[in-house]
């Protein structure tokens, strides 16, 4: 493929890739995909019969970079489609769905802990990566929630009834 326009490449992958397609963002050609895959090409540096194809994560997961593959144009869009979808998509799909996974528990999380900080009087909140912890204090009353992906743990000490009741309905409202 002489005189490469990697724009006029990408329908043509597109059509060979399920789901993805061709679009321009900011100058940069990519192929964009199901569930925020997102495949950034272009040409190895000085070589117009080699691309690069990226797959990028969010910007909000600094934990993983993009993982990358060469193809020769040589041999045509469907032979490029056929590399990234053998060496390029499995690992990246399934860096993609742990990343939307811990997202999710991310999100519930953040929302039992923003439910708790809101009925609980004299509230501190630390929160780390994977944890979050509510100190709170009432007079007597006290407690400590610690919050993370998978569980949470909680004491409360001296509690009306009423204050327990509240807690435990907001617990159970954000669990399902």
Known sequence: MDNLNVNDLLPLIAR????????????????????GARLAVHLLMGRTEWIVVTGLYP?????LR???ITVTTRRGPKHIARK???R???KYLRDLKRHHARAALHTKRTGLVATLAALLPGNTVTAAEQEAV??????????VFEVRDHDASIEIRNADRELAERVAYAISQRAE
Do not use: K
């Open 134 to 143: 509510i100190r709170w204090r009432l007079g007597c009353m006290y407690g």
């Open 16 to 35: 060979h890739l399920d789901g993805f397609a061709p679009q321009t963002l900011r100058g940069t050609p990519y192929l964009m995909g199901p569930d």
């Open 59 to 63: 910007m909000n997961s600094p934990d």
């Open 84 to 86: 990234i979808v053998r």
């Open 88 to 90: 390029l998509l499995p």
């Open 66 to 68: 993009g993982r990358s």
